[in-house]
């Protein structure tokens, strides 16, 4: 492990000199950064990238946020509650200037096997950033769904009308398999599907990834405990979406967020309702029905470290039924700037890289550059040489 702190900052200085004069090589030279120019203050040569005054407001680090967002009927409310509460969110984010993107999947298999993200309308289609001014609208219009509110109002509209007996009514089938998405939802395996492909170039190789589900059931409905055709796939557990990310990106710092349903009384309330609030049932009971999100709260509460390399759960774990959203969002809003404390360099250095101004307490390990809490706020300038061996 490399690491370095402010009181080995003189020591830092004397090894750059020493590799900027010596033609020391290097057995495991680090691969070349695809990112070396003039706008990202780097210049390439005799194997080495250097970088040189490469600015930094501490805690305005890059994070990529990624909802996943179950889409299946009985959804509507939660989506609402979520819309009503995101603009807070994100003026959260940008009091502290993180520089972020924000990208939404659903839970539906088919719909993400065709297309990985949800097209959300800002200068990039794919996702949205802090420069994309009607960002809170657009984010709102995309994470309510209008093929869950498609399927809920064709649902209820049968029970309407032939009551417990509505899913046997003449027309219902067809017309739920042309208006509902599939009930079947697996959201590990979507966000499986779109962290690993990294959809649209939308992760940053120098981003954090802040993972956001929200979903009022369990993975597959929670079939897979007495049904074997909802087998788990591996990509439905949270060791399989562990096991992908420690393959796929090893060295990436991430959050997995469940806000699902924790308890019985939580589950109770995610039946889907008509208009007059009445239940909708069949001869069995409810028919649209919730659950606790098990496999979603396992991969949350499993063990990581953080930023400061202590121990942590990988993420948050919020209740789905909370009221008002705006606890749950301030919750994750100070997840993601503690971590914006970290600078993830394009390079791994050979040598200890020069922060300046010098009194800036910091933890260098790796890529990465760990700033002590409390620096919040203040801008810094980073120089550091990475061993590429390309000439």
């Not at 590799?19 to 120019?37: D, E, H, M, R």
């Not at 949800?118 to 709102?140: E, H, M």
Request: proline letters at 3%.
């Amino acid at each position: 492990m490399k690491t370095i702190t402010v009181s080995q900052f003189a020591l830092g200085i004397a090894l750059g000199v020493l590799i900027a004069c010596s033609p020391t090589k290097f057995s495991n030279p680090s691969q070349l950064s695809g990112v070396c120019n003039a706008s990202t203050n780097c210049v390439q040569g005799n194997g080495y990238e250097d970088y040189t005054n490469v600015p930094f407001k501490v805690g305005a680090g890059k994070v990529d946020i990624l909802f996943i967002d179950d889409n299946s009927a009985s959804m509507s409310k939660a989506h609402v509650a979520m819309a009503s509460k995101f603009s807070g969110f994100i003026q959260n984010l940008d009091t502290k200037q993180i520089d972020y993107r924000i990208a939404i999947t659903t839970t539906d298999v088919a719909s993400v096997g065709q297309k990985r993200l949800v097209a959300i309308g800002g200068a990039n289609p794919s996702f949205l950033t802090k420069n994309d001014p009607n960002r809170i609208n657009l984010f709102n219009n995309s994470i309510r769904r209008n093929e869950t509110i498609q399927c809920e109002d064709h649902i209820t509209a049968y029970f309407n009308t032939f009551n417990v007996n509505f899913q046997s009514a003449a027309g219902y089938q067809t017309g739920y398999i042309q208006k509902c998405p599939s009930s079947d939802t697996r959201g590990l395996y979507t966000g499986n599907m779109v962290v690993s492909d990294n959809a649209d170039s939308f992760m940053r190789t120098d981003a954090n990834l802040n993972i956001i589900l929200i979903s009022n059931d369990d993975v597959r409905q929670g079939r897979y405990l007495t049904d074997s055709n909802y087998a788990l796939d591996v990509k439905d557990t949270a060791e399989g979406f562990k096991a992908m990310m420690q393959s796929k990106y090893p060295i990436k710092y991430w959050d997995f967020n469940s806000i699902v349903v924790g308890d019985s009384t939580c589950k109770a309330n995610q039946t889907l309702r008509n208009a007059s609030n009445i239940e909708v049932t069949n001869q069995m009971g409810p028919a649209i029905a919730g659950g606790i999100g098990t496999e979603y709260i396992k991969l949350s509460s499993s063990a990581a470290v953080d930023i400061d390399n202590d121990t942590r759960s990988r993420g948050l774990t919020l209740d789905i039924c909370q009221a008002n959203y705006s606890g749950n969002f301030a919750l994750m809003a100070v997840q993601i700037s503690q971590a914006a404390r970290m600078k993830v360099l394009n390079c791994t250095p050979t040598a200890a890289p020069v922060v300046s101004p010098a009194n800036i307490p910091y933890t260098w390990n790796g890529n990465k550059l760990v700033f002590n809490a409390g620096s919040e706020g203040i801008p810094v300038t980073i120089s550091y040489r990475c061993y590429t061996g390309a000439l």
